[in-house]
């Protein structure tokens, strides 16, 4: 029995999580929080690795919905700095990057296969639409 206790006492001890003393200390240099009674708030946060985050907001939506605005930048491993702004309001989440992915210009060419499809489904709703007065 002794064993077994002992033996359970070591496996949580290999268990248990190792903590790597190498990896870097990040002291934060700023972290300021304001909270009005009213739901109105601000957030500024700062760390010495340059990450940053800001961030307003208010209960100005619909049905006291908080809108925020704010950004947060950073550099990305490979030492492109990235800087993130946007808005969350009853329209959703609207970030603005010059890093952010962009759509193409509209209007741009429609594939031949899109426009075949396109026509299928509008003949297909006009001879529903007849044999639906033919039942009628």
Known sequence: ?????????????????QYDSSEEFVPILKDDRVHEEDGTFNFDFEAA??????????PDGDEDAVIKAGEYSYTAPDGTPVVVKYVA???GFQPQSDLLPVAPEFPHPIPQFVLDQIAKAAEEDRNRSDSDERYN
């Open 49 to 58: 690795n340059g990450i940053r985050v800001s961030q307003a907001g208010s």
């Open 89 to 91: 309001d009853e329209n």
């Open 1 to 17: 029995m002794k064993f077994v206790i002992l033996a359970c006492v070591a496996v949580v001890a290999f268990a248990a999580p």
